[in-house]
Protein backbone atom coordinates (compact mmCIF):
# COMPACT_ATOMS: atom_id res chain seq x y z
CA UNK A 1 0.00 0.00 0.00
CA UNK A 2 2.99 1.95 -0.97
CA UNK A 3 1.80 5.65 -2.65
CA UNK A 4 4.58 7.85 -4.34
CA UNK A 5 4.04 11.40 -2.32
CA UNK A 6 3.92 13.24 -5.57
CA UNK A 7 0.69 11.55 -6.23
CA UNK A 8 -1.06 13.29 -3.26
CA UNK A 9 0.24 16.79 -4.41
CA UNK A 10 -2.43 18.92 -6.52
CA UNK A 11 -1.27 22.29 -7.70
CA UNK A 12 -3.76 24.95 -8.55
CA UNK A 13 -4.39 28.14 -10.53
CA UNK A 14 -6.24 31.33 -8.68
CA UNK A 15 -9.75 30.64 -8.86
CA UNK A 16 -9.90 27.51 -9.20
CA UNK A 17 -12.46 24.97 -6.80
CA UNK A 18 -10.71 22.69 -4.84
CA UNK A 19 -13.98 21.03 -3.73
CA UNK A 20 -17.55 22.77 -3.65
CA UNK A 21 -19.95 22.98 -0.61
CA UNK A 22 -22.29 19.60 -0.61
CA UNK A 23 -19.77 17.97 -2.27
CA UNK A 24 -18.80 14.38 -0.90
CA UNK A 25 -15.17 13.75 0.04
CA UNK A 26 -13.00 11.13 1.94
CA UNK A 27 -9.94 13.36 2.08
CA UNK A 28 -8.18 16.44 4.05
CA UNK A 29 -6.06 18.86 2.25
CA UNK A 30 -2.54 20.51 3.72
CA UNK A 31 -1.58 23.56 1.82
CA UNK A 32 1.94 23.42 0.92
CA UNK A 33 2.28 26.46 -0.69
CA UNK A 34 0.17 29.46 -1.75
CA UNK A 35 -3.39 30.46 -0.56
CA UNK A 36 -6.46 28.93 -0.19
CA UNK A 37 -10.00 30.42 0.96
CA UNK A 38 -12.83 28.46 2.58
CA UNK A 39 -15.85 30.06 1.47
CA UNK A 40 -19.78 30.10 1.96
CA UNK A 41 -20.92 30.37 -1.70
CA UNK A 42 -24.88 31.94 -1.95
CA UNK A 43 -25.12 32.32 -5.87
CA UNK A 44 -22.72 34.95 -7.01
CA UNK A 45 -21.76 35.93 -3.46
CA UNK A 46 -18.98 34.58 -1.80
CA UNK A 47 -18.43 34.88 2.37
CA UNK A 48 -15.23 33.97 2.90
CA UNK A 49 -14.76 32.03 6.22
CA UNK A 50 -11.00 31.73 6.49
CA UNK A 51 -7.85 31.86 4.26
CA UNK A 52 -5.58 29.68 4.82
CA UNK A 53 -1.02 29.52 3.74
CA UNK A 54 1.29 27.23 3.60
CA UNK A 55 1.01 24.62 7.09
CA UNK A 56 -2.37 24.73 7.30
CA UNK A 57 -5.50 21.94 6.42
CA UNK A 58 -9.04 22.00 5.51
CA UNK A 59 -11.29 19.20 4.62
CA UNK A 60 -10.68 17.87 8.14
CA UNK A 61 -14.86 17.25 8.64
CA UNK A 62 -15.11 15.17 5.85
CA UNK A 63 -12.48 13.20 6.26
CA UNK A 64 -13.45 12.40 9.91
CA UNK A 65 -16.89 11.85 9.83
CA UNK A 66 -18.13 11.23 6.25
CA UNK A 67 -20.37 14.31 5.76
CA UNK A 68 -21.00 16.27 2.55
CA UNK A 69 -18.14 19.56 2.75
CA UNK A 70 -19.40 22.37 4.32
CA UNK A 71 -17.88 24.86 2.38
CA UNK A 72 -16.46 25.85 -0.94
CA UNK A 73 -12.51 25.67 -1.12
CA UNK A 74 -10.80 28.00 -3.48
CA UNK A 75 -6.97 28.67 -4.36
CA UNK A 76 -6.30 32.15 -4.72
CA UNK A 77 -2.75 32.32 -5.01
CA UNK A 78 -0.73 31.25 -8.22
CA UNK A 79 0.60 27.73 -7.99
CA UNK A 80 -1.35 26.77 -4.70
CA UNK A 81 -0.02 23.42 -3.81
CA UNK A 82 -2.06 21.20 -1.47
CA UNK A 83 -1.44 17.86 -0.64
CA UNK A 84 -4.63 15.27 -0.14
CA UNK A 85 -4.53 12.87 2.66
CA UNK A 86 -7.15 10.19 2.28
CA UNK A 87 -8.98 8.43 5.09
CA UNK A 88 -7.18 5.07 5.20
CA UNK A 89 -4.13 7.39 5.71
CA UNK A 90 -5.81 9.68 8.24
CA UNK A 91 -6.80 7.18 10.76
CA UNK A 92 -3.14 5.78 10.34
CA UNK A 93 -1.71 9.35 11.01
CA UNK A 94 -3.87 9.31 14.00
CA UNK A 95 -3.08 6.02 15.35
CA UNK A 96 0.55 6.13 14.99
CA UNK A 97 1.21 9.96 15.79
CA UNK A 98 -0.40 11.08 18.75
CA UNK A 99 0.52 14.93 17.98
CA UNK A 100 -0.93 14.54 15.04
CA UNK A 101 -4.35 14.26 16.58
CA UNK A 102 -3.40 16.63 18.57
CA UNK A 103 -2.62 18.88 15.99
CA UNK A 104 -6.32 18.10 14.53
CA UNK A 105 -8.33 18.58 17.79
CA UNK A 106 -6.61 21.87 18.49
CA UNK A 107 -7.49 22.93 14.86
CA UNK A 108 -10.72 21.78 15.30
CA UNK A 109 -11.55 23.25 19.05
CA UNK A 110 -10.23 26.87 17.72
CA UNK A 111 -12.25 26.49 14.65
CA UNK A 112 -15.36 25.63 16.37
CA UNK A 113 -15.27 28.13 19.22
CA UNK A 114 -14.67 31.02 16.09
CA UNK A 115 -17.59 29.50 14.53
CA UNK A 116 -19.12 29.91 17.89
CA UNK A 117 -18.43 33.42 18.58
CA UNK A 118 -19.88 34.58 14.82
CA UNK A 119 -23.12 32.13 15.48
CA UNK A 120 -23.73 34.21 19.22
CA UNK A 121 -23.04 37.27 17.63
CA UNK A 122 -24.97 37.64 15.29
CA UNK A 123 -28.18 35.40 17.39
CA UNK A 124 -26.95 38.57 19.76
CA UNK A 125 -27.75 41.45 17.20
CA UNK A 126 -30.72 40.21 15.04
Do not use: W
Amino acid sequence: MVMTIEKCINEFAVDDVIFEEGSTGRELFVVLDGQVEIAKMNGADKTVIVTLGKGEFFGEMAVIDGSSRSATAIAVAPHTKVMRINHARFVYLVSQQPAFALMIMDALSKRLRASNAVTYRSAANP
